[in-house]
Nanobody
Framework: QVQLVESGGELVQAGGSLRLSCAAS?????????MGWFRQAPGKERNFVAA????????DYADSVKGRFTISRDNAKNTVYLQMNSLKPEDTAVYYC????????????????WGQGTQVTVSS
């Protein structure tokens, strides 16, 4: 079955940068799937962060991260990345990788597959 494994989360100071990775497995290829990232802060709902279409031609970002975060993917490696710059304490959350055959469905928060999450903590 499909598995998504995130990595790269850690403790970082405000203003710093991190790059999250998510490797997908369980299919011969994921090049036809949309991929994305969501995050959930303590006591809050899981929210959309960024998404990328299967060819990489379309991307979407939450307003709170526009200009600071960049999503990319490497279909040869079945991996999606989230480059996070100028991190703020309010970016602290568990970040989840998401995968779905439908880009719109993924952005709307209903992806078929989720990763287990990776913790990002930004200290002030």
């Amino acid at each position: 079955q499909v598995q998504l494994v995130e990595s790269g989360g850690e403790l970082v100071q405000a203003g710093g940068s991190l790059r999250l990775s998510c490797a997908a497995s369980g299919r011969r290829t994921f090049s036809s799937y949309a991929m994305g990232w969501f995050r959930q802060a303590p006591g809050k709902e899981r929210n959309f962060v960024a998404a990328i279409s299967w060819r990489g031609g379309s991307t979407d970002y939450a307003d709170s991260v526009k200009g600071r975060f960049t999503i990319s993917r490497d279909n040869a490696k079945n991996t999606v990345y989230l480059q996070m710059n100028s991190l703020k304490p309010e970016d602290t959350a568990v970040y989840y990788c998401a995968l779905d055959a439908g880009y719109t469905r993924l952005v709307a928060g209903g992806p078929g597959y989720w990763g287990q999450g990776t913790q990002v903590t930004v200290s002030s």
